[in-house]
Structure formats: structure tokens, C-alpha cells
């Protein structure tokens, strides 16, 4: 796909130097190899050729999140949601950069209208059901965790973090059951691996 689209902005960078879509799309194509650089130039490309495109500043956003560049970040997810405020994807991503610099408030503020634009929205449930616990109100963070499993059940970390609600609540076969099923998604996930390592501990205790 990264071919095709160089192709397309060969051919047409010329002639149309509008075409901000095609240098998004390449971004996104770089970003799920993992060549942020690449990325982040054509997002920025995609931005100079069109500055109120929401799409590219939120995509900007995640690329420089993942390189830990957070106020970046942040900046760009802002203006992804003041030109398009009803974009629930960009919501998310500010909730989890909010997140990382520890305003709480602020990122459950963002993850609930992320769902609230996007009920089906996995990812903004797991996120709300992180800040849940981090507050202690474990029967939420549960509730939350088993809606974003039940829209994807191939989240191995929301698999992971439902077990240690669940262990913590002191059902250890319920919480063992999602470690197991976490590490099948996901064999190489360690915290799974440990954290299944200690309900089945717990369990033979009893």
C-alpha cells in the first residue's frame, strides 16, 4: 500500500498540490509498520497543505504520543477536536495523553464523550474502565472492562486488567479464566503471565 500511494503522490503532487489525503493515508501506512519518522513527515506534509484537516492532526497526535512527545501530542488532539469537536477517535487519544501526564479528570471527561459519540467504542471503555479503578470504584472498572471485551474480545489488556478487578474482589477462578484468555491473544504479554502466576497461587492456598 506504501508503494501505491507513493505512486499516487508521484503522479499527482504536481498537478494537484492539494492532495493532503494521499500523504495521510501514507502516514497511517508508515505508522502500522512502525516508521514513525515516516509518519509523522507525511502527516505534517498532509497538515501544510491543509491545516484544518481534523483527521491529520489527530493522526499527527497519536505518532508523536507514541514517541512519548506528549504536550505535542496534546496540542495536536486539541486541534483535531476544535475543527471536528464530534471526532470520538481523537477524544480517546487526548483522554490517554491526558492520562500519561496525570489529569484524571480531565481524560475521563474525554474518554466518556468519546463513548458517548461512539457507544462501540472498545477502546474508550477499557481507558474509562483504567481510570475507574485508579479511583477505586472496582465494580465500574469491571462493568467497563467486560462492555469494551464484549464490542472486542480480542483485547488481551483489557482481558488483563478485568482479572486483576476480579482478583482484587477476591474471585480468583473468574479473574484466572481472562489471564488465560489474554495470553492466548497475546503469549508474549508478561504482566498476564505473572498476574495468572499469583491468582493460581492464591488459589491453592485456599
Not at 512527545?69 to 483522554?95: C, R, V, W
Not at 477462578?173 to 504479554?189: C, F, G, N, T, V
Amino acid at each position: 500500500s506504501i508503494t501505491i500511494f507513493q505512486h499516487a503522490i508521484n503522479v499527482t503532487d504536481k498537478k494537484y498540490p492539494d492532495f493532503y489525503l494521499v500523504h495521510n493515508n501514507l502516514g497511517n501506512a508508515f505508522y502500522k509498520e512502525k516508521n514513525i519518522k515516516e509518519a509523522v513527515t507525511h502527516y505534517k506534509t498532509a497538515l501544510r497543505l491543509n491545516p484544518d484537516y481534523a483527521t491529520a492532526h489527530g493522526n499527527l497526535g497519536n505518532a508523536l504520543f507514541y514517541k512519548r512527545k506528549t504536550e505535542e501530542a496534546i496540542s495536536h488532539y486539541k486541534m483535531a477536536i476544535s475543527l471536528k469537536p464530534d471526532l470520538a477517535q481523537a477524544h480517546n487519544n487526548f483522554g490517554s495523553a491526558l492520562l500519561a501526564e496525570g489529569k484524571i479528570e480531565e481524560a475521563s471527561f474525554h474518554f466518556k464523550l468519546a463513548i458517548k459519540l461512539q457507544p462501540n467504542f472498545a477502546l474508550a471503555h477499557y481507558n474509562l474502565g483504567l481510570i475507574l479503578k485508579a479511583k477505586r470504584k472496582t465494580e465500574e472498572a469491571i462493568s467497563e472492562y467486560k462492555i469494551a471485551i464484549k464490542i472486542n474480545p480480542d483485547l488481551p489488556q483489557a482481558h488483563n486488567n478485568l482479572g486483576n478487578a476480579l482478583l482484587a474482589e477476591g474471585k480468583i477462578e473468574a479473574a484466572i479464566s481472562h489471564y488465560k484468555e489474554a495470553i492466548r491473544i497475546q503469549p508474549d504479554l508478561a504482566t498476564a503471565q505473572k498476574n495468572l502466576e499469583i491468582a493460581i497461587s492464591k488459589l491453592e492456598k485456599q
